[in-house]
């Protein structure tokens, strides 16, 4: 790794208010990811601020109005194992779960899980391939490259890449709100305004402006939570990202469909929401098997596959239909 | 990584002038106080460090492996405060004040520890590089069942996790941060499995 230097912060004003002003200066937490960009040379902050020290950062509790806080030093492990994460957000767990790995899962935090940048292998590579991500103006070597892991939905011609993170699925789906500490105040952003499409930009992941520090994801209370699945589909059966993965979360009245909501990994630079399949979705039931089908299809009217991961298509519309059914069973 | 001359500036904590705490500037080398299998070590390291190395370079303890130093193969694995983590994704100057085990402390008054007993019975290595890797991840690993967390292998995660429920196909998920090019993986299930009832 290149030289860096190292600060420990442990008051949470300060630390922001020394991110704000250093243009060369990282957060670090768990680190999984940031240390594998600084060895691929992807990113090389001369400085970088530990946070893990700051207070009451890792909490995953209830707030009074019945939401779920996790705190963005949480752990994946703790709360994958967190015994009301689990019985009342399965699609968090387990999108924790298939995840990584039981080493990883212990050191990476909430926060970083949903700051992970792209595997592109492109974007990844130090070799020095085109990649606006690392060299904005580059140029984009997996649009007309070996694509088969790339986007489906919303790419542009400078960025054809995916984002990596399983939890950002579930959290998409069930309309989590990431709460951001900035300079001045305390904010809440929609799950689903949080990252961003690549368009002529696509070294800006998402949202977050510097001086910006994640303090919690909050999830809020609703009926869908419990009737709620991950199911993600990738190339070896375990430690591996997603080719196609999706977050079903529903409400059923006698084995209809009273709400739906679906999120898909795997398939855009964002987390995918198929808002179309929502809608088409509600009141069929769930023994209905065409007639999920050709709801879920409505969202993929639009899907533009490249000329490796045609293949997504069908294979993301069979994993909806399976995530919906098992998260069906749920309630 | 390393390099070959090293400023040995011992400056631990200093203040800057917007109040947070400075640990070090630059290349310049830092103290870092641990624990590493029941004894206190200081480790002088470099901010880029990876606790991996600091282990193998600074402290001598060579049966930590470095393997892929991505956070891909799992070679490195040790505990810090009993948790496996990945040791090559790991800054050693982020550990100070930390509990350390590497597999040179499993062992218990000459005794082997339950799950090294059990690799050696059930042959669970060929060529060793991944073999205390392996070691540390499963012995965590039973903790970690024991405490009732569920993998991506349990069938349903609202429920409560028992220890009864570890499976080979559960023990197969768990360890999947583990690679082993030789392919032990059935001897190695065996073995973690036998521990299990053992630990």
């Keep these: ?331 | 990584m390393g390099q070959a001359s090293r400023s040995q500036s011992n400056a631990t904590v200093e203040s800057r002038p917007d109040g947070a705490r400075m640990a070090e500037t630059g290349s310049q080398s830092v103290r870092v106080s641990v624990t590493v299998n029941g004894h206190a070590r200081t480790m002088v390291v470099e901010p880029r460090m990876t606790l991996l190395d600091a282990l193998r370079e600074e402290l001598a303890l060579t049966g930590t492996k470095k393997g892929c130093d991505r956070g891909e193969c799992g070679a490195c694995t040790v505990h810090v405060e009993g948790r496996r983590v990945l040791s090559c994704m790991t800054l050693a100057v982020m550990q100070q004040g930390k509990r350390i085990t590497t597999i040179e402390g499993l062992e218990q008054d000459g005794s082997l520890h339950p799950v090294q007993a059990a690799f050696i019975e059930h042959d669970g290595f060929q060529c060793g590089f991944c073999t205390s890797g392996q070691i540390m991840s499963g012995v965590a690993m039973i903790e970690e069942a024991k405490a009732g967390w569920p993998s991506a292998a349990t069938a349903d995660v609202t429920k409560a996790f028992t220890i009864a429920e570890l499976s080979s196909a559960e023990i197969r998920e768990r360890m999947s941060g583990n690679l082993c090019r030789c392919a032990c993986y059935p001897n190695i299930v065996d073995a973690v499995a036998d521990a299990t009832g053992r630990s």
């Design chain 1, 1 to 331: 790794m290149h030289s860096f230097a190292l600060s420990r912060a442990d008051d949470t004003a300060q630390a922001i208010a020394v991110h704000a002003n250093d243009a060369q200066l990282a957060f670090i937490a768990g680190g999984t990811d940031l240390l594998g960009l600084m060895k691929d040379r992807a990113t090389l902050p001369e400085r970088l601020l530990d946070i893990n020290g700051l207070p009451d950062l890792a909490r995953i509790e209830a707030l009074p109005d019945g939401s779920l806080r996790i705190g963005a030093l949480a752990r994946m492990s703790d709360v994958a194992a967190n015994i009301d994460v689990r019985r009342r957000f399965p699609v968090i767990a387990e999108s924790l779960l298939f995840a990584a790995s039981g080493q990883l899962r212990n050191m990476a935090s909430i926060g970083g899980n949903i700051m992970q940048r792209t595997r592109c292998a492109y974007f990844r590579d130090d070799d020095g391939p085109a990649c606006n991500k690392r060299r904005p103006g580059s140029g984009c070597s997996a649009r007309h490259g070996l694509n088969r892991n790339h986007a489906i939905f919303g790419w542009s011609d400078a960025c054809v890449a995916t984002h990596p993170s399983d939890l950002a699925v579930a959290l998409a789906a069930l309309d989590a709100n990431v709460v951001v500490r900035g300079l001045a105040k305390v904010r809440s952003i929609p799950f689903t305004d949080f990252h961003r499409l690549p368009g002529s930009t696509p070294e800006r992941d998402n949202t977050l402006d510097r001086g910006d520090l994640i303090v919690a994801i909050d999830v809020p209370t609703r009926v869908e939570g419990r009737g709620s699945h991950y199911l993600k589909i990738r190339d070896r059966e375990s430690y591996e990202f997603a080719l196609v993965s999706v977050a079903a979360a529903v409400a059923t009245d006698r084995r209809h469909l009273r709400s739906v909501r679906l999120a898909m990994g795997g398939v855009a630079h964002k987390p995918w929401r198929l808002a179309a399949a929502e809608t088409a979705l509600r009141g069929v039931s769930l023994d209905d098997i065409d007639a999920l089908r050709s709801a879920i299809a409505e969202s993929f009217i639009d899907a533009r596959p490249l000329d490796h991961n045609g293949f997504k298509v069908e294979l993301a519309q069979r994993v909806a239909l399976r995530a919906l059914q098992t998260a069906g069973e749920r309630t």
